[in-house]
């Protein structure tokens, strides 16, 4: 039997919401073992003077506890 587990992190990047993605998953990945899916829970931007300054993505982290 096998017990799995789900955080919510939060990651932002100046590029894209792809690269915040993949950010938190790396950033996460040093802490947590046995990473087995995330799911996009929210995008948001930030805006300053009409122009994106930066994206921001809520994920579910799943992880199988050893």
């Given at each position: 039997?096998?017990?799995a587990k789900?955080?919510?992190i939060t990651?932002?990047?100046r590029k894209s919401?792809?690269?915040?993605m993949r950010g938190g998953l790396k950033t996460a990945g040093?802490?947590?073992k046995n990473i087995q899916g995330a799911w996009i829970q929210d995008q948001e931007v930030?805006?300053?003077?009409?122009?994106i300054t930066e994206y921001?993505?809520?994920?579910?982290?799943?992880?199988?506890?050893e």
């Amino acid at each position: 039997m096998s017990v799995a587990k789900t955080i919510e992190i939060t990651a932002t990047s100046r590029k894209s919401f792809d690269d915040a993605m993949r950010g938190g998953l790396k950033t996460a990945g040093k802490t947590l073992k046995n990473i087995q899916g995330a799911w996009i829970q929210d995008q948001e931007v930030v805006v300053a003077a009409s122009k994106i300054t930066e994206y921001r993505v809520r994920t579910r982290v799943t992880f199988v506890l050893e």
